[in-house]
């Protein structure tokens, strides 16, 4: 992650003794001034202690160097990998957002940024961050940081592969979308995630709707967005 708070920590420490642990760790963090110290472990605990040891201090200031420490990070990330970018500003350095992607999109590597609070306004830099990388922007609530820890857990997961990747956009009046994912036999989950919408109905291939009390189901409703989970999903169009 580029600036992680600390509901990170609980997922790694979750799923130490697991297959699903990471093998590289990378903390990059950032304000209104430059970027801090980078570290990239492949220890756990290390970087347990660096995320514990983060503070968030006041700032002149709303625009943040979120891309110079993006940019530092993807450098020394594991190819494949997913980065996490916490901020609660804009971007102060969005010249450096091709610069960002490509790197980003030659080792693989997805941007996910979580855009917490509403200092400055969402910057739509984050959101084209994501799309040119296959990552998803979040925008969360000043008090939904702790939701981070479960958005973590949910969506980074050995294995795990984009089935469908859409842009859109909604007009003034409100008006239902429907996509079509499929899923294998090969699939021991499926996850949907949508940014930007809290109205989201998931169906089965048999046309029934998953309720967040169904068996293997997982539901994390956002103020930007809505997270499902579901284990074992039939096989068949969702």
Not at 23 to 48: C, E, K, Q, W
Not at 180 to 203: L, R, Y
């Given at each position: 992650?580029?600036?992680?708070?600390?509901?990170?920590?609980?997922?790694?420490?979750?799923?130490?003794?697991?297959?699903?642990?990471?093998?590289?760790?990378?903390?990059?963090?950032?304000?209104?001034?430059?970027?801090?110290?980078?570290?990239?472990?492949?220890?756990?605990?290390?970087?347990?202690?660096?995320?514990g040891a983060l503070v968030a201090t006041a700032?002149?200031?709303?625009?943040?160097?979120?891309?110079?420490?993006?940019?530092?990070?993807?450098?020394?990330?594991?190819?494949?990998?997913?980065?996490?970018?916490?901020?609660?500003?804009?971007?102060?350095?969005?010249?450096?957002?091709?610069?960002?992607?490509?790197?980003?999109?030659?080792?693989?590597?997805?941007?996910?940024?979580?855009?917490?609070?509403?200092?400055?306004?969402?910057?739509?830099?984050?959101?084209?961050?994501?799309?040119?990388?296959?990552?998803?922007?979040?925008?969360?609530?000043?008090?939904?940081?702790?939701?981070?820890?479960?958005?973590?857990?949910?969506?980074?997961?050995?294995?795990?592969?984009?089935?469908?990747?859409?842009?859109?956009?909604f007009s003034a009046a409100p008006e239902a979308?429907?996509?079509?994912?499929?899923?294998?036999?090969?699939?021991?989950?499926?996850?949907?995630?949508?940014?930007?919408?809290?109205?989201?109905?998931?169906?089965?291939?048999?046309?029934?709707t998953v309720l967040p009390s169904d068996p293997?189901?997982?539901?994390?409703?956002?103020?930007?967005?809505?997270?499902?989970?579901?284990?074992?999903?039939?096989?068949?169009?969702?």
């Amino acid at each position: 992650p580029a600036g992680a708070p600390p509901g990170t920590v609980p997922v790694v420490r979750a799923r130490k003794g697991t297959d699903e642990l990471p093998s590289r760790y990378v903390l990059a963090t950032f304000d209104d001034t430059g970027t801090g110290p980078l570290v990239h472990t492949t220890d756990p605990d290390i970087f347990d202690s660096a995320v514990g040891a983060l503070v968030a201090t006041a700032s002149g200031s709303c625009a943040r160097h979120a891309l110079a420490a993006a940019m530092s990070a993807v450098a020394v990330a594991e190819p494949g990998g997913v980065l996490f970018l916490f901020t609660n500003g804009t971007v102060a350095d969005p010249d450096l957002a091709p610069a960002v992607t490509c790197l980003a999109a030659s080792r693989n590597i997805r941007i996910f940024p979580l855009v917490l609070g509403s200092c400055g306004g969402v910057d739509p830099v984050y959101a084209a961050i994501a799309d040119a990388t296959g990552g998803q922007m979040f925008t969360l609530s000043s008090g939904e940081g702790s939701s981070a820890a479960q958005m973590i857990d949910v969506l980074v997961r050995e294995n795990m592969v984009n089935l469908l990747f859409v842009t859109d956009a909604f007009s003034a009046a409100p008006e239902a979308r429907t996509f079509a994912a499929p899923v294998d036999a090969t699939m021991t989950s499926v996850v949907f995630a949508v940014g930007g919408s809290t109205a989201v109905t998931v169906t089965r291939p048999d046309a029934s709707t998953v309720l967040p009390s169904d068996p293997g189901v997982t539901v994390l409703a956002l103020s930007g967005g809505t997270i499902v989970s579901v284990a074992k999903p039939p096989v068949g169009s969702w």
